[in-house]
């Protein structure tokens, strides 16, 4: 019997399936087969099967379509041929990737209803839940990278040897295993030596400047000084919980301590080993300086960012390391494995240990134990070791593609910060009059990429720029996203300039 024969008699009983809602009589004559594969292809494309679903199994869904399951093997292999479907054994068939988009350019998409300009509180999540095709946004490693074995094995292990008591509240300033984990991940790889007893869990370094914040205001410390260009996300935090953020400028050399010490505030945040956004370390010099003025009284809250993803420069020592109980040290996991996880440490000075420990019990009585036990055996065991190697390779190869694509792109632009990060700040020639970072990042996401403008991290007047993450991306993807700016960049400078006012 021939297919056509086979397909045309199926259809004398109409039925359809919950799956997909699929309704028989929807197909054509003699054409079961197409019509299934269609259908399934656009359940594909349009996320109803994302990647990673499963396909019903081809005899249940020929059963409820009331068609021959020859109709449904050859929809599943005309999947499969075309590269969007496998089968997995036991585990059946699999969606495995979606249709490309049609050739040609794809159609403008409509600017999301997110401005750049004027930030608040809830700017990063508004920005970060907008719609891009491509997502060049900082301070996110290669996620796909994630070591899910490994993550999986310790896990595995850790149940196995946890008593039921175990499974209780834990210590407010961490479980142990991970305090002592943690104090030798310091001393081994930031030169920095505390007791385990001194290492304080926390939910990543956005609780460590809350409970900063606290502890701070109790000692009747107000004002907390930021770099200028600085974090946004930690001025803004600051400022949520009532603490003031005076500017210092960051030049070539890093934080400008002799301002500092003008401005007489009593504490402040620093990006040491690799300054964000700019990227500058902080030099031999400048830290003497600031070695003087914590002498003075001072306090420095050394957030250790990217202090591991180094590529073309040695080592740089944390400020802990040479400036000792001065120093309120900050680092965390998010850079390292995941922002997930929403695990990280601080080391603070004595005389604060209490309160700070105090206000994370006050807070949400500590970190959940189990991730942190299953972190602890990772350090342990060196697979974070070989994690933040495995990083530091494909992290290099990024970068070395969005250089590429700014010197091809951009050639006019100045690439700052290469050495070491998950960024690159890129500045462009010209006045913030003839060309505005805000409206550029606007117009990008505008166009699917998603950047950060230097404007958000900068209090004084400067040369525009942007802030592009390349870790998280693939070279294509980079690629890409650096010629959409390209392009947005160049149709500015196309256009006329204003009429003279008067």
């Not at 197409?34 to 019903?56: E, F, K, N, T």
């Not at 802030?467 to 960049?489: D, F, N, P, S, W």
Request: proline share 8%.
């Amino acid at each position: 019997m021939g297919r056509a024969k086979a397909d045309t008699d199926t259809r004398s009983i109409t039925a359809g399936s919950d799956f997909l809602q699929l309704d028989v009589s929807e197909a054509p004559a003699g054409g079961l087969a197409d019509w299934l594969a269609g259908q399934l292809r656009h359940a594909i494309s349009d996320g109803r099967l994302p990647v990673g679903s499963r396909l019903p199994a081809s005899r249940v869904l020929a059963a409820d379509l009331r068609v021959s399951r020859g109709v449904v093997t050859e929809a599943y292999q005309r999947l499969s041929e075309d590269g969007h479907v496998a089968g997995r054994g036991r585990a059946g068939t699999v969606v495995v990737a979606a249709p490309l988009p049609p050739a040609g350019p794809p159609p403008p998409a409509p600017a999301p209803s997110v401005s750049f300009a004027g930030p608040g509180l809830d700017v990063f999540e508004r920005i970060r839940t907008a719609p891009a095709r491509i997502d060049l946004s900082p301070g996110v490693p290669d996620l796909a990278a994630f070591p899910r074995t490994a993550w999986l094995r310790a896990e595995r292990s850790v149940l196995a040897g946890l008593t039921a008591s175990e499974l209780g509240y834990g210590p407010a300033q961490g479980a142990p295993a991970l305090q002592l984990a943690v104090a030798r991940w310091l001393a081994r790889n930031r030169g920095v030596r505390v007791e385990p007893d001194d290492v304080l869990v926390v939910a990543g370094f956005a609780q460590a400047l809350a409970l900063l914040a606290h502890v701070l205001r109790a000692d009747g410390i107000t004002e907390v000084a930021v770099e200028d260009p600085g974090s946004l996300g930690v001025r803004l935090q600051l400022q949520s919980w009532g603490v003031d953020t005076p500017p210092v400028p960051v030049d070539d050399a890093g934080l400008c301590v002799d301002a500092l010490t003008a401005s007489g505030v009593r504490a402040v945040v620093l990006t040491p080993a690799h300054q964000f956004p700019t990227g500058v370390v902080l030099d031999g010099e400048r830290r003497r300086e600031l070695l003087t003025w914590a002498d003075a009284g001072g306090l420095v809250v050394e957030d250790d960012y990217d202090a591991e993803h180094r590529y073309d420069r040695p080592p740089v020592p944390a400020l802990r390391s040479m400036l000792g109980d001065h120093v309120c040290y900050a680092g965390s996991v998010s850079k390292l494995l995941a922002p997930a996880l929403r695990v990280g440490w601080l080391v603070v000075p004595r005389r604060y240990r209490d309160a700070f420990v105090q206000a994370k019990r006050n807070s949400d009585l500590g970190n959940p134990v189990l991730a942190q036990l299953v972190l602890a055996r990772l350090m342990e065991s060196g697979e974070l070791e070989r994690h933040l190697r495995l990083l530091r390779r494909r992290h290099r190869a990024r970068r070395d593609a969005m250089i590429r694509a700014l010197r091809r792109h951009l050639p006019d632009a100045t690439v700052h910060g290469a050495a070491a990060g998950l960024h690159l700040l890129v500045t462009l020639p010209g006045d913030p009059d003839d060309l505005d970072d805000l409206d550029l990042a606007a117009a990008a996401l505008a166009g699917g990429v998603k950047v950060q403008p230097l404007s958000w991290h900068s209090r004084r007047p400067g040369r525009p720029g942007l802030v592009l993450g390349y870790a998280a991306r693939t070279a294509t993807e980079i690629a890409e996203g650096v010629a959409t700016i390209g392009e947005l960049v160049r149709a500015r400078a196309r256009r006329p300039a204003p009429a003279p006012r008067g």
